[in-house]
């Protein structure tokens, strides 16, 4: 095993993830200031903190992400794909779907057990000392709550067969939707917000109640474990 290349390539996800960080989050940290000039104002030391918590989680997150690439290329580890006819092609938007679904499952439960006292005190609180969220506070984890999350889709390529072009889509979806739910402003219209659609998905105006009430509100994407579970409050006005 080469030791050397396994460490490069754990660095190198690193620092891609942590660019793929500042880029998400200064670009919807630029839209809000010119979208909601000021939303941010005297926030600057927890935005500092924000981003300090981000570039720790964002190292914890390429480490196994970059291990699983080393053995994806040089081991043919994982059922990540690359030949479009290797699976029909109904499967790859199916492929997407089933990964949100099991990343949405596995937040929803570790999400609720970050919530329990002594993990909350230990682990995440770092994530709520950001009142309010900013752009900046969607990987604002302490290196407890971040392990839990970067372990998702290392696991899920082994389990599930994806392209890896619709592997980029799910990590997309992923950081995207991570920033535009802490960024304190609703970015989609009323009426979709509001509509059966919107029901359905997790915005900036589900995850500001969670941020608000704490015990409800758990989910990542879809708004499925909330209602089955009893724990969907609704939506915040942010």
């Given at each position: 095993?080469?030791?050397?290349?396994?460490?490069?390539s754990?660095l190198?996800?690193?620092?891609?993830?942590a660019?793929?960080?500042l880029?998400?989050?200064?670009?919807f940290a630029w839209?809000?200031?010119?979208?909601r000039?000021g939303?941010y104002?005297g926030?600057?030391?927890?935005?500092?903190k924000?981003?300090?918590?981000?570039?720790?989680?964002?190292?914890?997150y390429g480490?196994?992400a970059g291990?699983i690439?080393w053995g994806?290329?040089?081991?043919?580890?994982?059922?990540v794909?690359?030949?479009?006819?290797?699976m029909?092609l109904?499967?790859l938007?199916?492929?997407?779907?089933l990964?949100?679904?099991?990343?949405?499952?596995?937040?929803y439960?570790?999400?609720?057990l970050?919530?329990?006292?002594?993990?909350?005190r230990?682990?995440h609180?770092?994530?709520?000392?950001?009142?309010p969220?900013?752009?900046?506070?969607?990987?604002s984890f302490?290196p407890?709550?971040?392990?839990?999350?970067?372990?998702?889709?290392?696991a899920?390529?082994f389990?599930?067969?994806?392209?890896?072009?619709?592997?980029?889509?799910v990590l997309?979806?992923?950081?995207?939707m991570?920033v535009?739910?802490?960024m304190?402003?609703?970015?989609?219209p009323?009426?979709?917000?509001?509509s059966?659609?919107?029901?359905l998905l997790?915005?900036?105006?589900?995850?500001q109640?969670?941020?608000?009430?704490?015990?409800?509100?758990?989910g990542?994407?879809?708004?499925?474990?909330?209602?089955?579970c009893g724990?969907?409050r609704?939506?915040s006005?942010?």
């Amino acid at each position: 095993m080469d030791n050397a290349a396994i460490i490069t390539s754990a660095l190198a996800m690193s620092v891609i993830v942590a660019l793929r960080y500042l880029a998400a989050s200064g670009a919807f940290a630029w839209a809000t200031a010119t979208v909601r000039p000021g939303l941010y104002a005297g926030l600057g030391r927890q935005i500092r903190k924000e981003i300090g918590w981000s570039l720790a989680s964002a190292a914890i997150y390429g480490i196994p992400a970059g291990i699983i690439a080393w053995g994806w290329q040089e081991r043919g580890w994982t059922q990540v794909y690359t030949k479009w006819q290797a699976m029909p092609l109904w499967y790859l938007p199916l492929s997407v779907l089933l990964y949100l679904l099991a990343h949405d499952g596995w937040f929803y439960w570790t999400h609720r057990l970050m919530h329990r006292p002594a993990a909350f005190r230990v682990a995440h609180a770092v994530h709520h000392a950001s009142k309010p969220p900013t752009a900046w506070a969607a990987m604002s984890f302490h290196p407890i709550e971040a392990l839990t999350g970067a372990v998702v889709i290392p696991a899920l390529v082994f389990l599930i067969p994806i392209h890896a072009a619709m592997l980029g889509v799910v990590l997309t979806v992923m950081t995207v939707m991570g920033v535009t739910n802490h960024m304190g402003w609703e970015m989609f219209p009323h009426a979709i917000v509001r509509s059966r659609l919107g029901g359905l998905l997790i915005t900036a105006s589900h995850h500001q109640r969670h941020h608000e009430s704490y015990l409800c509100n758990f989910g990542l994407y879809f708004r499925l474990w909330d209602r089955l579970c009893g724990t969907d409050r609704g939506l915040s006005q942010p």
